[in-house]
């Protein structure tokens, strides 16, 4: 199956500040990149996604950027607010099966400080 | 909160006994999904479903069990087979079936299960 590489683990950023958060794909036939949030205690909701044929999307203060060649993508938040603090997750799927599953990386705990 | 509901929210019991919860959808989804969280850990998939009557094994299978039998519901059984069953547990949905996994996946609140 996939196997999606998350980092960094934890992230600290003050206000204001830009924060990234990088992950890695094996799979070069994945075709969709979906970026969760999930504050404590709820339930992670989709925040941003991209697909193959575009390199980058973004929707107001977040954008993800897509390198297939290199198989990686990014979580860019520009203009950091405390309400930004929560765990995000990148995701892909096999994109070379037709079973509908998303393949997880393990989650960077952001922290934005005041 | 509607859409996808699991219940209970927290759930305690006694170690070798097995326990099932709950995961409801009314959203028309074709395929959902269970997985566990542990801090650390990210989500990582128990089982999913695609259609009604089928399921597939995730990744950490083993002590648990599911059934399929309604489009809306998908409960998973925690089994007393399960080494370490106290963790919390995420139910999903997305309105792709077969075709691959394309689409936003739809979360419900979580179970908390706290076995002693």
């Known amino acids: 199956g996939e196997n999606v590489e998350q980092h960094p683990s934890t992230l600290s950023v003050q206000e204001g500040d830009s924060a990234v958060i990088k992950c890695t794909y094996s799979?070069?036939?994945?075709?969709?990149f979906p970026w969760y949030k999930q504050e404590l205690g709820k339930r992670p909701q989709l925040i941003i996604d991209?697909?193959?044929?575009?390199g980058e999307k973004k929707d107001q203060r977040i954008a993800v950027t897509l390198n297939k060649t290199a198989k990686h993508f990014s979580l860019h938040i520009t203009e950091t607010q405390p309400e930004d603090s929560a765990v995000y997750f990148c995701?892909?799927?096999?994109?070379?099966?037709?079973?509908?599953?998303?393949?997880f990386g393990r989650g960077t705990q952001l922290t934005v400080w005041p | 909160d509607g859409g996808i509901t699991q219940s209970p929210k927290y759930l305690f019991r006694k170690e070798g006994q097995n326990v099932t919860l709950s995961c409801e959808q009314n959203?028309?989804?074709?395929?959902m999904y269970w997985y566990r969280q542990d801090p650390g850990q990210g989500l990582r998939l128990i089982y999913y479903?695609?259609?009604?009557?089928?399921?597939q094994k995730g990744d950490i299978a083993e002590g648990y069990s599911v059934s399929r039998e309604k489009k809306e519901s998908f409960p998973l059984t925690v089994t007393s087979a399960q080494k370490n069953p106290t963790a919390f547990y995420l139910c999903?949905?997305?309105?792709?079936?077969?075709?691959?996994?394309?689409?936003?996946?739809?979360f419900g609140p979580g179970t908390r299960l706290t076995v002693t």
């Open positions: 999903a949905s997305t309105p792709e079936g077969t075709g691959g996994a394309r689409e936003e996946q739809y």
């Open positions: 799979d070069s036939a994945s075709n969709y």
């Open positions: 991209i697909r193959s044929n575009v």
């Open positions: 995701a892909a799927p096999w994109g070379g099966s037709t079973l509908g599953r998303l393949y």
């Open positions: 959203l028309n989804h074709d395929a």
């Open positions: 479903s695609q259609i009604v009557n089928d399921f």
